[in-house]
Structures are given as structure tokens and as C-alpha cells.
């Protein structure tokens, strides 16, 4: 580790109505792998934005090399040699992978922009790294990693000095895994200074020599990676233990009905033979990387995308879902992993979501019943301690965990037995989990049945069954949850043929 | 919320500057408050109001509105010009309007109604549609202010509305083209081995002068022919061959086709001319207004048929402006049929101030002419080419 | 300032519309000021013949604005409306009943076809609706052999929905077509206010894939708006001829832009989810006013066109403001 | 890997088609038969001048075409093209013959009031966010009110060939040993293959795919977003003003209110040459050919005996099958 090359200084950040950073710092030293770690929603995104230049700090101070700097747009801080790899992919689909790489600094000659040196020097660049891609393919054809690995090579190639990797690992195999490693060891030889965001512990102790906690948009506190435990890291990061202990057995009778049979389900690129069943009473975890097809096949199932081939059961009989209309006939919910697009409708009232799957019982003649849809919204809204000052508050007033009660109250307003949750707790925050918690454990005591798609193995490893692993669009992996442990889920989550 | 607030009172800040300019700029023109009585906004007491002309009570100073046709062709200009030209001899005031483009037809209605809102002592009007100016009419009727056609003038008109007409027989008009357009090509039908055909491009079909004109040209080439003892037949355009009097026969040794654009679009009426010139057998055509003879030259610029030598087809417009001048001087068209724009202009103007002043009045035929290469610089017609 | 927002009437009534209540008064008094004619009876109605059939269109597209979309075929559908029943009435001779049915039916049936091509087949409805504009165009042309179509006078025979517009009692002219534009504003709020069908086409401008994934049918639903749209123009079609008699082929672009104007002014958000009935119906009024003290002060029809143009541009600045600063 | 590559069927993966693109290839074909069908249909189209007529349309159709190609790949549209070119092509107009401007000045004030209108429409969309379809319709009819402001409500005709200064219109049609030559398409061609360049191979152009493909990547990526979207908009301003020169020196005459219409023309041309009107993806070879289907209509219709009124119903349908099919195309894209 060399001398400080980067350090944030009580950087405070506000939008309308979330205090996003608050008073954060950070230091980055030449050739170190400096860990940002924090719960979904702790403000790791929002810092290295505004390190970077997309959003503007409200307070605090920024030195780069010496100098105070205040980035004001992502060009001035590539210029200046900090670079960020986006969580999202950040890519132009219809350019190749070299105009890609070369955006905003394209080679030049004679006012014409140069494609074949771009081609040669992205080739020269890939080589280097020891990546095999096509610098002429168009960017939209390769597959989610590859296009990781494109960004990642854009971002190496503008020389940088500091490098931020927002969970790059996310959507990568094993061994793309591994090749990024080599990557950032090499990084690291050449004295750069390098953020890295992620979730998987494992990670943090491998490639990391300094780990920064954030909770809740504040700074936790930083830790050197060999001196500390996992567990050291995960109590700074929860702050107070709320997490039970794994589920050790299933709590579904051997003799549950199955409620719910998918047999050989093909979609897309993404959902490649999937069979499984759904027992009463059961939570049925969907583990795997990002990309693995999880979401997809519930959508595939639900009949919000097409799918080719596949048969599916309800309750022992076949039914045919080709659109969501069809899934909820048979009693089946979803809560979609991208609540604000997916999920709700966040400038209607809470009673307008709640009985937006089943308005047709809230009818007197043409009219809509807006008592008694008011009531019967009022009734969930107390049923699933929704905090909310009335069934007449917009939604996008709501925090994320109240917006997630109320989709899950419409699909209880409209009596789903089945239900898909896809990242219930994505974006909510540590006390709101344990409630969703608390309600999916009551909901199939009740006797329904839930899908739960998710990318925390502790989530998974607490609420699930069984569990069903799934990698490239495959089911790679069906575990009862006594024999669930990380490092078995993990090998089938990586299981490629 | 505040944004919104703020973007309409931007809206209104807009609507008053503009309301500002326009005051400025009325002010020089008209005398102040020619209306000195009170008004009110209630019912009653307006409509008992209307009873009494008191329009040129105060002041003494004569005003009229004039609601044309619009501007789009430089005919209008003439008018206006002339219309300009008496009114300030007279020493009375106007104000000229008319609507974007002969199409306009419910424009025109808002622009007579708001005419007769004016009070004026009198209202010159050139109908695009005269039941569609009917309800206008009518009110300028209740209100007792005089109307006088011009133009086409106001065909139809109910009884008592209109006091007087300085028009041009636009079916005469057409009438006219017909015979000069026939003169010229009565040896080539009678020497015909097969069908000929004649073209007839009009910018529209929902004008009633251009109707007229067409017309006009349709029923009297039908009627020369057939007295030669020949058989026409027309065809194209619906309106016209459904309203064209001439006897229509299968198969005739003439064939006279009628040709529409979907707008008015030089393009597309150049397209149409060029469609008839393509076609071998077509001897002559005629464009009923400036937009069609404007666009027959521009057609015909890429075949180059035109012309009144052997072989040339014979080309007909109407209208002036230097386009049409210019093809009509180096020989390209026959000639073409002008109309009186300027006197028109001062006839009514003449006509309204007569009116005003207790004279009785009649209609006036402000007739049209024709023009050839010959004599287009007579004086009696060059007063009445524009540019 | 904030305490006249909380004020209970006004809040009931809306802000919004009180002010551009407020600005539909000071126009018609600067107009009055400006032009001293302004003042009289006959204009106002003058001015509400312009409000009739644009307020029919307006309302109308509110519908399609609120699922995020939009028509631009509405002004010459309205249009083709009016010349196929016309033609049917005065050459066809048929009873006066029937072609105002023919009429809301020619309407309704470019409703649907914007609706289907819009809602089942993906396409992006403003290309779609310009797409329509030339084809109800055509049609209208066809069919009436590329002639207008003057409709009855008052006092002719079948001349009694003229009445629909103005009633003459004692000597009065009574605007009989406001009483009925309100009418149908109320209807269309309730629908759009407190049933499903407007439950849902709000729901979907608001966010249209969490209402499919709701199992709500949203393709059947936003088509529905293009109908009622549709509907509401051939409905319009009356109300013009009421008004000017005389429609011709080819024409009625320039009425769709008017028309949207109307609706953005009362607060409707072009990008869907968001819209006013109450406030439509004003911003109609609005327009119908400038258009009428632009006439009144004897300036060229063409500033309204660039008003309105500015209006709407404005006007959808505004909204999307205030949308970026609420997320 | 194996799927890195999505396979195509024999014939898309031929090289030649996949160099040219296999919707060029279609539109060439399509283009062929139109051709061979009015020429069979109608005796009058198999002749010289009606290769003239189509020229005619074609120039002020390509030039249209040309510059809403640029709008739409960044995933926009520009509106206002139609009675943009009306309101130019009056202002230039009127200016040489009321105020006599020397010709060569009156081109000059045409392109700059087109350029001028384009940055306005390029502001309010990249810098006002609004969205592009109503930005341009607003601007739409302030054009074309402004255009009839400009000239009074007076038609405007623009020097004919004889006149002194009437030399503009040989740029477009030229006669040579009286043959007449549509030399016009030489301009076509020259501006096409300098757009195609600018789209292609320099900055500007890349930006605008880049745009049209992922506005936020692209701005992430440090590139000035506001400035590359606002010159797609220029550019189709400037084209739209060619496009009124062009309009103006072949048929010379230009009514105010006139033109709304043409921009339909001119993007059904782009998007049956291939451009998405989802953005990202576009040619100017393509629109080209495109618009060149769009005037072999225009001019083949009539000959077929058709009435104009069928002719618009023609094209508005062919503008609905061209956005279905590229609606469908995307689907199996995506």
C-alpha cells in the first residue's frame, strides 16, 4: 500500500425527503483493493456518484493527488483518471465492442474517426487482459459477461488512476471471476488505487486489503481485511444483530399437496428446461447469480413474457398461462423484483394499488365502490402494519417497505394462494426486511405458497424450504434446506456444462 | 404546482403583449371610440340594441370590413390594392381580412361573424361557402348592416341580404378559356384518328368559383365539340364529371379529364399535369386559377409538350403573376383568362360607400379578359396582370 | 398564498383550475378593454362555436393522453365523420337521426383502428394517429367525391340539431351546445373518475406494465380510450357542422393541435396518468377565447397558431418540471 | 462461447447481404417491382420524363429524408419539417423577390432560418426534456404560422428559369442538347455521402447512435449529450431548408399554411430504409432508398388513374405497415 491517493471528507448528500450520505468519508492509497461494503441502500452507489461526478455533493470535501477537486460531470473525473465500472451495464448496443471502449475519445485522423485503429487498439487492450472478444462485434450480441468484461476494459484503458468496481462480480462465472481477480491483482501491481463493491464476503477477504463500512448513508468505520472476521464486517454492516439463524428444517409437512408444478419451461434465452414443484405451505427459494434466469422464469411462468414450451399445474391440474391476466386467474401473484416499474403505481393512492388486481369485486354497477374498496384497503393496511397516514396517500409517498406491503396486499386483496416474491427486500431498509419476514412466515402458516427469488444467501438460507439453484438458465441445484449450506449453493450456482 | 402556476401566467403575459401591440397599432388608424352609447353583455338588452343601426351614429367617418378569400394568391394583393386605393379616396377606413388559404372555410365564418361584431356601416364578402356564412348573414342582417358580395360574390344569398355583387362570372370565365382553348385545337379533334384528350387541373373541388370555372370550361369545350359533331366523354375528378352538363358518351372521340390534388401542394399538381402529359393523346389542358397554371408550367418543364406550334399541347391558365405572364409571353401557354382585380377592389369599395350613403346599388360584372402573347401589353389589360 | 391552496373550496374545486378560471376572466377583460366590440353577447357565442367541437375533440384526447399516448388523427376524423354523414344526409337523403349515428360511428371506428394498432400491435401511437390523419382524410375525399358537404340550415328541413347548439326562446339565443358540452365533461369525469374504465386508463399512463402484471387486461383497456376518443370526435363532427355548416375534405390537422393544447392547459400530463376533466373543459375555453379576441383585434389567424404553439410548449415544460423535482 | 453469436438463416448470413443490410436488399427489390408494375400498368410512366418527375420529388423528400434520419436514431422525431420547409422556403422566397436579395443571399437566409428552427427544436428537447414528438409538433405550427406571418398570407414564387436571377434552378435541372438532365440528384448524392460519412465516421454521428442507443451510458461515458442530441435537430433543420431550396427550385411556388404532410413522406422514407424508430439505428443509404419508394408512389399513382385522395389513403398505410415492421423487427431484436 503507497500513499493516500483519494480521500473523501465529511461528504453529506440530500435528495427530497432521503438524507442519501451523511457526513461520509473514505480513503483510497495507491495500489491497495479498498472494500465499500453496506446493505442495499447503505449509499455506496450514491458516494462513488458523487465521487465521480454524476450527482453533486451538498457538503464536503474531495482530494485527488494533493489537490481539492470537485468533479462536475464523469468526463472531468475521467479526465483526471477516476473511473467507475457501472453496477447497470453501461452500454451503447448498437455500437461495436471497440466504439464502445473508445466513446468519447475516439481515435482520430484527419476529422474522421479512425474505426480500424480503434479495433486494433481495443484487440491490443483485450490481450493484454487476456480477454477473448471480438473488438468488431456489436456490443448487444455478447452475453452479460462479456459485457462486464468490456467495461471493465474501457474503464482500464483510460488510464486510470482510480478505479471504482460496483459489484462487478455480480453477473460474472466463476471463471470470469477469477480472470477479474487477475486483472485487479495486476491493477494493484501498478500502484492504482481500486474501489471495490461488493456483497459476497468471500470476496472481500480474497482480493481486499481494506474494507470501509457504511450503514444507512453514514460511515461505519474502516477495518484492514486480514484483521478482521466475516462476522466483524456483518456487525458493523447490520449494526444491531436482527438476523435470525439460518432455517435449519423445513417446516412443511412431508404430505403438503403440491400446489404449483412447472414441468420443462423454455423461454427466451434465459429459461432453458426448468421443472420444479411448490408444495403448500411452502417457501420455495430461487438462488444464483445475477442473469442466472431466476426472474425470468417466474415471468416466463407468470405469463408476463412469452414462453415457448412448458407446462404448468395448479393444484394438479394443467393450466394454460399465456398472459399475466391468465396467471392470476389460476391464483397466482408476483411481486416483481423492480417494485417502482413493475410493482406499483406510485402516483395513485394506496387503496388504487391495493385492489388494482381485483377492481371487478369493488364494482356497484359501473361505479367503483370506493367505500368499500377504502375498507377493505384499510383492513391490509392494518393486517400488514403498512405505515401510511390513510388509504388516500399516493404510494410514491411511501417508504420502500410500505410500497412492497401494498403490493403484497394486492395480491392478498385478490386471494393468490401462489406467490412469486422476486427480491422481496431489495431496497428496503434492515427493519423492514424483518417484517417482510415476519409476513411471508405468516402468510404460508396460512397456508399459501411462496416462490422466493433472491440474490442474499443469508435470505435465502433463513427463509427457505428447499432450495432450487439455478445458473445460465438451467436448474443446476434443488437442496432440502437441512443439507443448504453457502458453499453448496455457491458450487451450483457456478455449475456450467 | 408553482411551475404550473407560473407557466400559465406566463401564457396570459403572452396574450397581453400581444393584446399591447395591437392596441398600439390600432390606435393611429382608427378615430377614438367610434362607439360612444354603453354596451352591455346582457342578452336583452343586445338584442334590442341590434335593432338600432347606430353604427355610423358618431364621428361621421365610414367604416367597412372586407372578409376576402385570404392571400395566398397575388389576385388577392390586387384586390386589396384597389380596395386601398378608392378607400383612401373616399376618406373612409377598413380593415381587409381573410383566412389562411382558400380552404379555410369555418376561419372565414369566425372572421365574418367577428366582422359584423364589429359594427361596420357596411361588409364587403367574398364567400368560400356561402351556407357555411349563413348564420353570419343572417346576423348581419338582424343587425342591419348591408353586405356586398365580390368575387364570386355570395351565390344564394338569402333574400334582402345582399344589397349588390361586383363579381366575376366565374362560369363565364370558364365559358371564355373554353372557346379560346377550342379555337385552337377544333382542326386537331376534327383530324383525330383516335381519342384526344383535354385536361382540366383544378386546385380543389370544394371552391365554388373554382367549380365554376371548371365548369364553365367543361360544359362549353362539350358543347362546341358536340356541335361539330363529335362525342365527349369526362372523366377524373368526380364532382366534376357528376356536375358537368355536357352529354357524356362511352368511348368518345374527346375525353376530357378533371385532375385534383390531395392539398395544395405545387408538387402534387405539378404530378398531375405531368401525369396528362405523359399520356400521348392529350392536346390540351387548362389550370382554372394560379396554383394550377403555375403548376402546369412547372409540370411541364420536364417534357417540355407545351406550346402552340404543331404537335404542342395547348396550354390554358388562368390568372396572373410572373410565372404565368412569363409563360404566356414566350408562347408556352396559349394564353389565359385574367380577371379585374383591382377594379374589383375599387367597385367595392365603391359600391359599400354608396350603400352607406343612401344610394341604391347593382351588381357589377367586373369580367374578366383574355390575354395573349399579342396583347398583354394593351393598357386596357396590363392594369390588370400582376406580378 | 398557501393558506387561499388549503382553503377548502379551493381545494375541492383545485387550484389549477381556479387560476385558469382566473386567466379565462382576464383575457376576456383585457380583450374587452383592448377591442371595445369585445363587449356583446354575440361574441361570446361566437366564441363558444369554436368551443363546442374543440371541447368534444379535447375531451376526448384527455382520454388518450391520460394512458400516455396520443391522436393526432382526431381533428381530421372529425372531419371525415361530418362528410361521410353529411353526404348521406343531403345526397343519400337519409333521415337526419341515422347520419348523427353514422357520424359518431365513423369516429368510434377510427377509434379502434388507432386503438388496436396502438394497444395490440405496439406501435407508438403518435406515428399511428398521423398514419390515420392521411387515411381518414383519404376517406372522407372518397366518399365524397372530393366535394364539401354543406349540412342543413336551421330552418330547413333536418335542420332541427342545429339545435343542439343554439336554441332560439323569445328571441334569444340560447347556447344549448355549452349545457350539452357540460353535460358530456360531467359524464366523462365520472368515468374517468369512478369507473374501471378510467381507473385503469389513468393506471396504465401511470405505469402500464404494473397494471398488465396486475392481470389487469391492459391492451383491451388502453384500447378503449382510443375509442371513447374516437367516439367523442365523431360526436364533435355534429357539433362543428352546428356550428359552420360546411366541412371539406382534406382538412382538420390544425384542429388536433388545438385541441391537445386545451387539454395540457387543464393540467392533463402529456406523460400520462395524470389528467382533468374540469380542467380540459377550461383550457377549451381558453382557446376558443384567443381565438376569438385574435379575430376581434383583426390580427391573421396565424398567431394563434404560433400562441398555441408556444401554449402547449409551455405548458408541457411546466409539467415536466414538476414531475423531475417530485422523483 | 456458442450463443456470443446469433445465427441467421443461408441467406442473411451471405456476406454481400450482410455488408449491404437485408432490409436495402428488400427495399431495392420492392423498389423494382414498383417500378416494373407502373411501368406495365400505365404506358405514359415508361418514359424518360417520368424518371424527371420522380427526380422532382425526390430531391426535397431525400433532403427531409436525410436530416429526420439524425432525429430518429437518437430515438426522436422531428415534426416540424413539413411546414418547416414551407416557412423557409416562403421566408428566402420573399425576401428575393419582394426585398431583391440577390438569389445566392436568399439560399443562404433559407438554410440559417432552418438552422435557426433546428437548434430551437434541438434545445427544447435535449436541454427542456420535453419529449420529442410534441417539441416538434409546437414548433410545427409556429412554422407554420410564422411562414404566413412572414410573407402576409402571400404565396411566394421563387425566380423562374428565365428570369436574370433564376439561375437556382439549374442546380437542379439542367438541359443539355435538349435533353433535360436531373442533375439535381448529384447534390442528393453528394450530401447523402457526406451525411453517411459524418454518421458513420466522425464524432457528431457516433454520438447520435450512441445516444439513440443508451442516452444515459452515453452521458455517463462523458460525452456532451445536450450538445450531439441538439445537432441532430440542427442537422434537420439544415436539411429542411435544403429541402426548401430543392422544393422551391422545382416547383417554384410556395403557399403559406401549406406543407404539414411532407414530414410523414419523409420519415415513412427513412423508416422503410431501415431506421428504427426506436433510435440507435439508422442509414442514410437506406432512407435514401426509401424516400425513393415514397416518390415512385407519388408519381406512379396518378398514372395508374388513381385519385389523389387514394393516394393518401395508399400512404398512410404504407407509413403504418413500414412503423409495424420495424416495431416487429426490434421485437426480435430485443
Known amino acids: 500500500m503507497g500513499e493516500v491517493i483519494l480521500t473523501m471528507k465529511g461528504i453529506d448528500k440530500s435528495f427530497p425527503g432521503v438524507h442519501a450520505l451523511d457526513h461520509v468519508d473514505l480513503e483510497i492509497r495507491k495500489g491497495e483493493v479498498h472494500a465499500l461494503m453496506g446493505e442495499n441502500g447503505a449509499g455506496k452507489s450514491t458516494l462513488m456518484k458523487v465521487l465521480t461526478g454524476i450527482y453533486s455533493k451538498d457538503e464536503g470535501t474531495i482530494t485527488y493527488e494533493g489537490k481539492e477537486v470537485t468533479f462536475s460531470n464523469p468526463r472531468e473525473a475521467q479526465a483526471a483518471g477516476v473511473v467507475i465500472v457501472h453496477q447497470e451495464l453501461n452500454m451503447m448496443g448498437h455500437l461495436t465492442v471497440a466504439q464502445n471502449i473508445f466513446i468519447g475519445r475516439e481515435i482520430m485522423s484527419g476529422g474522421i474517426i479512425d474505426d480500424k485503429k480503434m479495433n486494433e487498439e481495443a484487440r491490443k487492450l483485450f490481450d493484454k487482459l487476456n480477454i477473448d472478444i471480438d473488438p468488431t462485434e456489436t456490443m448487444s450480441r455478447l452475453t452479460v459477461g462479456k459485457q462486464q468484461m468490456c467495461e471493465i476494459a474501457k474503464a482500464i484503458s483510460h488510464d486510470a488512476k482510480v478505479i471504482i468496481f460496483d459489484e462487478p462480480s455480480a453477473a460474472l462465472t466463476e471463471a470470469e471471476i477469477e480472470e477479474l481477480f487477475k486483472i485487479i491483482r495486476d491493477l494493484r501491481e501498478k500502484q492504482l488505487g481500486i474501489v471495490y463493491i461488493s456483497h459476497r464476503m468471500d470476496e472481500i477477504k480474497v482480493i481486499t486489503d481494506r474494507v470501509t463500512v457504511m450503514r444507512d448513508g453514514g460511515y461505519v468505520g474502516t477495518l484492514i481485511t486480514k484483521d478482521c472476521t466475516k462476522d466483524d464486517i456483518i456487525n458493523m454492516m447490520v449494526g444491531r444483530v436482527i438476523y435470525e439463524d439460518p432455517k435449519t428444517e423445513s417446516t412443511v409437512p412431508k404430505d403438503a399437496p403440491v400446489v404449483l408444478r412447472v414441468e420443462h419451461l423454455n423461454a427466451g434465452k434465459m429459461v432453458k428446461d426448468v421443472s420444479f414443484e411448490l408444495h403448500k405451505g411452502e417457501i420455495l427459494g430461487f438462488s444464483g447469480l445475477m442473469g442466472a434466469g431466476r426472474t425470468e422464469t417466474a415471468r416466463a411462468l407468470f405469463g408476463a413474457d412469452p414462453k415457448e414450451s412448458g407446462d404448468v399445474y395448479v393444484n394438479g391440474e394443467k393450466v394454460e398461462i399465456k398472459t399475466p391476466q391468465d396467471a392470476v386467474r389460476c391464483g397466482i401473484g408476483y411481486l416483481s423484483e423492480d417494485r417502482k416499474r413493475f410493482g406499483i403505481v406510485v402516483d395513485k393512492t394506496v387503496a388504487e394499488n391495493s385492489t388494482m388486481a381485483s377492481l371487478e369485486r369493488f364494482m356497484k354497477g359501473i361505479f367503483i365502490n370506493k367505500k368499500k374498496e377504502d375498507q377493505v384497503s384499510q383492513e391490509y393496511v392494518e393486517a400488514l402494519k403498512t405505515k401510511t397516514p390513510g388509504v388516500d396517500q399516493l404510494v410514491v409517498n411511501l417508504s420502500g417497505g410500505n410500497q412492497q406491503k401494498v403490493v403484497i396486499a394486492k395480491w392478498l386483496v385478490r386471494n393468490c394462494d401462489i406467490l412469486i416474491f422476486d427480491e422481496p427486500t431489495r431496497g428496503i431498509d434492515v427493519g423492514a426486511k424483518s417484517e417482510i419476514y415476519h409476513l411471508m412466515n405468516q402468510l404460508v402458516a396460512e397456508g399459501k405458497s411462496i416462490i422466493m427469488i433472491s440474490s442474499e444467501m443469508t435470505e435465502i438460507l433463513r427463509m427457505s424450504d428447499r432450495i432450487i439453484v439455478m445458473c445460465e438458465g438451467r436448474k443446476t441445484g434443488e437442496l432440502g434446506i437441512e443439507e443448504a449450506t453457502q458453499e453448496r449453493i455457491m458450487h451450483a450456482a457456478t455449475l456450467r456444462n | 404546482m408553482k411551475k404550473k402556476l407560473l407557466s400559465v401566467l406566463l401564457c396570459a403575459a403572452m396574450v397581453a403583449t400581444m393584446a399591447a401591440g395591437c392596441g398600439s397599432k390600432e390606435e393611429p388608424a382608427s378615430t377614438p371610440a367610434p362607439e360612444t352609447k354603453e354596451e352591455t353583455t346582457e342578452p336583452a338588452a343586445d338584442a334590442e340594441e341590434e335593432k338600432t343601426d347606430e353604427s355610423q351614429a358618431a364621428g361621421g367617418e365610414l367604416h367597412f370590413e372586407i372578409v376576402s378569400k385570404g392571400f395566398q394568391h397575388q389576385y388577392w394583393q390586387a384586390v386589396l390594392k384597389g380596395a386601398e386605393q378608392k378607400a383612401a379616396e373616399l376618406g373612409v377606413t377598413m380593415d381587409f381580412v381573410g383566412p389562411n388559404s382558400e380552404s379555410d372555410i369555418a376561419d372565414q365564418v369566425q372572421m365574418l361573424n367577428n366582422a359584423v361584431n364589429k359594427k361596420p356601416a357596411a361588409i364587403g364578402l367574398a364567400a368560400l361557402d356561402t351556407k357555411a356564412a349563413l348564420d353570419g348573414i343572417q346576423a348581419a342582417m338582424d343587425a342591419g348592416i348591408p353586405i356586398v358580395g365580390f368575387d364570386s360574390g355570395v351565390p344564394e344569398a338569402p333574400e334582402g341580404a345582399v344589397y349588390a355583387n361586383c363579381a366575376t362570372d366565374n362560369y363565364a370565365a370558364g365559358e371564355l378559356a373554353a372557346e379560346k382553348t377550342y379555337e385552337a385545337i377544333k382542326d386537331r379533334i376534327a383530324n383525330a384518328s383516335g381519342t384526344v384528350r383535354i385536361g382540366v387541373l383544378s386546385q380543389d373541388a370544394t371552391g365554388e368559383s373554382l367549380i365554376s370555372r371548371g365548369l364553365g370550361f367543361i360544359d362549353k369545350i362539350g358543347e362546341l365539340i358536340i356541335a361539330d359533331g363529335k362525342t365527349v366523354n369526362v372523366v377524373g375528378n368526380q364532382k366534376f364529371v357528376d356536375d358537368s352538363k355536357c352529354t357524356k358518351t362511352d368511348g368518345a372521340d374527346v375525353e376530357i379529364e378533371v385532375l385534383v390534388p390531395a392539398s395544395v401542394d405545387s408538387a402534387l399538381s405539378a404530378t398531375d399535369c405531368q401525369t396528362l402529359l405523359n399520356k400521348a393523346d392529350t392536346i390540351a389542358i387548362y389550370g382554372s386559377n394560379q396554383h394550377s397554371a403555375e403548376a402546369m408550367v412547372t409540370g411541364d418543364e420536364n417534357l417540355g409538350k407545351f406550346g402552340t406550334g404543331e404537335g404542342d399541347v395547348i396550354a390554358v391558365g388562368f390568372d396572373s403573376g410572373a410565372v404565368i405572364k412569363a409563360a404566356v409571353k414566350d408562347g408556352t401557354f396559349l394564353g389565359a383568362i385574367t380577371q379585374a382585380p383591382v377594379a374589383m377592389g375599387e367597385a367595392v369599395i365603391q359600391t359599400l360607400y354608396d350603400i352607406a350613403n343612401g344610394k341604391t346599388v347593382s351588381d357589377i360584372d367586373t369580367g374578366c379578359q383574355w390575354y395573349t402573347a399579342e396583347n398583354m401589353e394593351d393598357p386596357e389589360i396590363a392594369q390588370n396582370l400582376y406580378d | 398564498m398557501e393558506k387561499i391552496r388549503n382553503n377548502a373550496v379551493v381545494k375541492k374545486i383545485g387550484f389549477n383550475r381556479l387560476v385558469l378560471c382566473g386567466i379565462l376572466l382576464l383575457m376576456y377583460i383585457l380583450f374587452a378593454i383592448l377591442s371595445p366590440t369585445f363587449l356583446s353577447y354575440s361574441r361570446i357565442l361566437s366564441a363558444l362555436n369554436y368551443a363546442y367541437f374543440l371541447g368534444f375533440l379535447s375531451l376526448g384526447v384527455t382520454f388518450v393522453i391520460a394512458t400516455g399516448g396520443i391522436d393526432f388523427s382526431i381533428g381530421p376524423v372529425m372531419f371525415c365523420a361530418a362528410l361521410v354523414s353529411g353526404q348521406l344526409l343531403t345526397k343519400n337523403e337519409w333521415p337526419l337521426i341515422p347520419c348523427l349515428v353514422v357520424s359518431i360511428l365513423v369516429g368510434t371506428l377510427f377509434g379502434v383502428i388507432n386503438g388496436v394498432l396502438v394497444a395490440y400491435g405496439g406501435l407508438p401511437s403518435f406515428i399511428t394517429s398521423m398514419a390515420s390523419m392521411m387515411i381518414s382524410k383519404g376517406l372522407g375525399s372518397v366518399f365524397t367525391k372530393t366535394q364539401s358537404v354543406s349540412w342543413p340550415q336551421a330552418s330547413e328541413a333536418n335542420g332541427w340539431y342545429r339545435n343542439l347548439i343554439r336554441l332560439k326562446i323569445g328571441g334569444i339565443q340560447v347556447p344549448t351546445g355549452l349545457v350539452i358540452l357540460i353535460v358530456a365533461a360531467i359524464i366523462c369525469a365520472i368515468v374517468l373518475n369512478k369507473t374501471r374504465i378510467g381507473r385503469y386508463i389513468l393506471c396504465i399512463g401511470s405505469n402500464r406494465e404494473a397494471v398488465r402484471l396486475s392481470g389487469v387486461n391492459v391492451k383491451k383497456w388502453e384500447m378503449l380510450a ?102 | 462461447m456458442a450463443d456470443n453469436q446469433k445465427k441467421g438463416n443461408a441467406f442473411t448470413n451471405n456476406p454481400i447481404v450482410k455488408a449491404v443490410g437485408t432490409q436495402k436488399i428488400v427495399v431495392v427489390l420492392v423498389l ?93 428537447v435535449s436541454l427542456g426534456g420535453l419529449p420529442p414528438f410534441l417539441a416538434t409538433l409546437c414548433t410545427m405550427m409556429i412554422a407554420r404560422g410564422l411562414g404566413s406571418l412572414a410573407t402576409s398570407g402571400l404565396s411566394v414564387n421563387w425566380p423562374p428559369t428565365a428570369a436574370e436571377n433564376g439561375w437556382a434552378r439549374m442546380l437542379f435541372k439542367i438541359e443539355v442538347g435538349g435533353v433535360k438532365l436531373p442533375i439535381g440528384f448529384i447534390w442528393v448524392l453528394l450530401f447523402a455521402v457526406i451525411m453517411s460519412i459524418v454518421l458513420n465516421k466522425t464524432k457528431p454521428g457516433r454520438y447520435i447512435i450512441a445516444i439513440g442507443s443508451n442516452k444515459e451510458a452515453t452521458r455517463l461515458s462523458g460525452v456532451n449529450v445536450v450538445k450531439y442530441q441538439t445537432l441532430a435537430y440542427v442537422f434537420s433543420g439544415f436539411f429542411t431548408g435544403l429541402a426548401a431550396i430543392a422544393y422551391a427550385n422545382t416547383f417554384q411556388a410556395l403557399a403559406p399554411g401549406t406543407g404539414a404532410g411532407m414530414e410523414l413522406n419523409a420519415i415513412g422514407g427513412a423508416i422503410i430504409g431501415g431506421t428504427s424508430m426506436s433510435g440507435g439505428m439508422g442509414s442514410i443509404a437506406g432512407t435514401i432508398l426509401g424516400v425513393f419508394i415514397m416518390s415512385v408512389l407519388q408519381t406512379g399513382l396518378p398514372n395508374i388513374g388513381l385519385q389523389a385522395n387514394y393516394q393518401q389513403i395508399i400512404i398512410g398505410m404504407v407509413l403504418i405497415l413500414a412503423v409495424l415492421v420495424d416495431v416487429f423487427k426490434n421485437k426480435k431484436l430485443a
Request: with cysteine; net charge neutral; glycine share 14%.
Open chain 4, 32 to 124: 423494382i417491382i414498383l417500378l416494373a408494375f407502373f411501368s406495365a400498368a400505365s404506358s405514359a410512366f415508361r418514359q424518360y420524363s417520368t424518371i424527371l418527375s420522380i427526380m422532382d420529388y425526390t430531391y426535397y423528400l431525400a433532403f427531409l429524408g436525410i436530416g429526420v434520419t439524425f432525429c430518429l436514431i437518437t430515438g426522436g422525431v422531428d415534426l416540424s419539417i413539413g411546414t418547416g420547409l414551407v416557412c423557409y422556403g416562403l421566408i428566402g422566397g420573399y425576401l428575393i423577390t419582394h426585398n431583391n436579395i440577390p438569389v445566392i443571399v436568399g439560399i443562404l437566409v433559407t438554410l440559417l432560418v432552418g438552422v435557426l428552427m433546428g437548434t430551437v427544436n434541438g434545445l427544447i
Open chain 3, 226 to 327: 382510443y375509442i371513447i376518443c374516437g367516439m367523442l370526435a365523431g360526436v364533435a363532427a355534429i357539433f362543428f357542422v352546428g356550428a359552420y355548416s360546411t366541412v371539406q375534405p382534406g382538412l382538420g390537422d390544425t384542429y388536433n393541435n388545438e385541441a391537445i393544447a386545451g387539454c395540457v392547459m387543464g393540467g392533463t400530463s402529456m406523460s400520462g396518468g395524470l389528467a382533468s376533466i374540469g380542467g380540459t373543459l377550461i383550457g377549451v375555453m381558453i382557446i376558443a377565447l384567443l381565438q376569438e379576441g385574435i379575430l376581434a383585434m383583426g390580427f391573421q389567424k396565424d398567431y394563434q397558431y404560433v400562441l398555441t404553439g408556444v401554449i402547449v410548449l409551455v405548458a408541457v415544460y411546466a409539467d415536466i418540471r414538476s414531475r423531475r423535482r417530485r422523483n
